[in-house]
């Protein structure tokens, strides 16, 4: 495991964008996982502004996101499909129709789950998997659990995590308390993964690098991963 430590938010974006942009070069029709939240955000601005200096070329590339919440239509602005649109996608010359999320709107959340499962194994699977961190030791929406999960699946959401985000929904939306997400056998098998955590996650991170591999702190288990990059901000 490797870990850089930043001195800012910019300069762990940069770095994060720097390693995926690499693996474009790399492998031009290359499969990204993607994360949503905070924590990405400033590494897909700084995807943008290399794309519009026709630094990295995203004509080939396919993409798997983590997670989408249930109950939300992709139009929806808290949807993570959205999230990722607004925020990502129309702005490099991706095609759309290369990019892949659960359908938060699936009737049978347990049907779509095995349905995106098999897309990601169908694509091979991440070349590299960017993740954030949540509080509790979440990736994707795997909460602390008493078993690691293997396959995508519908996860409860646990009340911390619909607290922290809550932070982006607006007054009178309902924050949804369940998504579909990877589970983490899947987000495992991505060949490489690149974490990227704020300052506020500096103590969580500490415990997930440093402490028991264990399910009640799910980012623990990237300590048996082969190729795992930590980038951390103060
Ligand atoms: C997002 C995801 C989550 C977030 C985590 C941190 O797709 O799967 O695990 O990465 O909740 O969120 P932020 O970055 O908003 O602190």
């Known amino acids: 495991m490797r870990i850089i430590s930043t001195n800012s938010y910019e300069q762990m974006s940069v770095m994060a964008a720097g390693m995926i942009a690499a693996q474009v070069l790399l492998k031009p029709d290359c499969v990204l996982g993607l994360a949503t939240g905070s924590s990405p955000i400033g590494a897909y601005q700084e995807l943008i502004r290399m794309h519009e200096k026709k630094l990295v070329d995203f004509s080939q590339v396919k993409t798997v996101n983590l997670d989408e919440y249930c109950g939300l239509e992709p139009t ?22 290369n990019t892949f999320l659960p359908d938060g709107m699936a009737e049978n959340a347990g049907k779509e789950s095995r349905r995106y499962q098999a897309l990601v194994e169908k694509l091979g699977g991440a070349d590299l998997q960017l993740l954030g961190i ?101």
């Open 76 to 97: 929806n602005p808290q949807s993570y499909r959205y999230f990722m649109n607004k925020t990502l996608f129309e702005h490099i010359n991706i095609d759309l129709r």
């Open 134 to 234: 949540g509080r509790n030791g979440h990736i994707g929406f795997n909460e602390p659990n008493d078993y690691f999960t293997r396959d995508v699946h519908e996860e409860k959401l646990t009340q911390s995590t619909i607290e922290a985000n809550s932070r982006l929904f607006g007054e009178g939306e309902t924050v949804p308390t369940t998504a579909i997400t990877m589970g983490i056998g899947t987000i495992m098998k991505a060949d490489k993964i690149v974490l990227i955590a704020g300052a506020d996650k500096a103590e969580i991170v500490q415990e997930a690098l440093y402490g028991k591999v264990t399910p009640q702190v799910p980012a623990s288990v990237l300590q048996l991963h082969k190729d795992v990059t930590v980038i951390t901000c103060r």
